[in-house]
């Protein structure tokens, strides 16, 4: 997959794609590039722990999870190109001050928030959709994830990379020690097999009895009825676990439980699944709610909707029995 050292602004120049979305893509990335440099700061930033803070998902936010959703707020609604932005993080929608956008911006601005304190990897997710005005409410976010016109996702590891598609394949970008995205990554593709799967284990007893059970089977490797061995893997942030798929294949899982059984799931609808479904197809994969129902035909009925995940390796999904 290695590519050559094309520039992440040299290749949105040459997209097919309207200015405006060239502009966001160039204000998503450069924003990215200042969190990894916040993040990498951390402790000496004074940027570890809790912020004292509840977000709307009444979970307690870190303190790098307001730093960041401040400046992607504060960058894109700068931006003539966008319309408004959500953000996991926030309440409600927020249109910018101008009346010249025609793009709304969605985005998780720290994803694995759990694992800033103990150096572990952490991500910000991006979701852009064509706004129907510059003036935009709630209603107007409600869209498919098919109608995406790109998604974004940055990881803050060892190397800091972003993966991004505008709908034509999937491409990896590692920021150099000069501030630049070069291209590394030039054609990422899902293997439709594997042997290896995330998903958290602890949650096992409140799980479904099929879900239970296709599990079970995984567990018992070359003996059991799938008759191979599997691996598992688990990293407590999304953006970390599905880049492992994206690099060599996989299936991260996080089904529906019995815990809130009026919730149909943990993760975020807007914010985490749709822009990584996208991603997933645009590689190859399939991305469900259960192993058939497509992540992106999921229609919207909030801005903080939850939903059960199923994704990577097409065939591996295929044999996932969902809920």
């Known amino acids: ?16 794609a309207p200015e405006g979305l060239k502009t966001v893509l160039t204000v998503a990335a450069a924003t990215c590039a200042d969190i990894s440099r916040v993040v990498a700061g951390g402790a000496l930033a004074g940027a570890l722990g809790a912020s004292g803070q509840i977000n709307v998902q009444d979970e307690e936010q870190k303190k790098l999870d307001v730093m960041t959703n401040d400046m992607l707020t504060d960058a894109l ?66 869209q498919p994830g098919r109608n995406q016109v790109a998604a974004i996702y940055a990881l803050y590891g060892p190397q800091t990379m972003l993966v991004l598609t505008t709908g034509a394949g999937v491409k990896g970008f590692t920021l150099s020690n000069d501030g630049d995205w070069i291209l590394t990554h030039d054609d990422i593709a899902i293997s439709p097999d594997t042997k290896e799967f995330a998903i958290n284990m602890s949650n ?41 798929i994206l690099m060599r294949g996989g299936v991260f899982l996080y089904p529906w439980d019995k ?24 590689a190859g994969g399939k991305a469900t709610t259960d192993g058939v129902q497509a992540i992106l035909d999921v229609q919207p009925e909030h801005l903080h909707q939850r939903i059960p995940v199923a994704l990577g390796s097409a065939n591996e999904i295929d044999a996932y029995p969902g809920v």
């Not at 997959?1 to 097919?16: E, F, G, P, S, V």
Request: hydrophobic fraction near 40%; proline fraction near 7%; charge should be negative.
């Open 77 to 142: 609604l700068a931006s003539p190109a966008v319309a408004g932005v959500a953000s996991e993080e926030m309440d409600e929608v927020q249109p910018a001050a101008h009346s010249t956008g025609e793009y709304l911006v969605l985005f998780d601005p720290l994803d694995g928030s759990s694992n800033i304190d103990i150096n572990a990897m952490v991500g910000t997710i991006v979701s852009v959709l064509k706004s129907a005005t510059p003036t935009p409410t709630e209603a107007d976010f409600m």
């Open 1 to 16: 997959m290695t590519a050559d050292r094309t520039r992440l602004d040299a290749h949105i120049a040459a997209l097919d």
């Open 259 to 282: 815990r809130e059984p009026n919730k149909p799931g943990k993760l975020r609808l807007m914010y985490e699944g749709n822009p990584m479904a996208f991603l997933v197809e645009q």
């Open 204 to 244: 096992l007893r409140h799980w479904s009895g099929p879900v239970q059970t296709y599990i079970g089977d995984l567990l018992k490797g070359a003996d059991g009825p799938r008759g191979k061995n599997f691996n598992m893997r688990w990293v407590a942030a999304m953006v970390a676990d599905v880049h492992r």
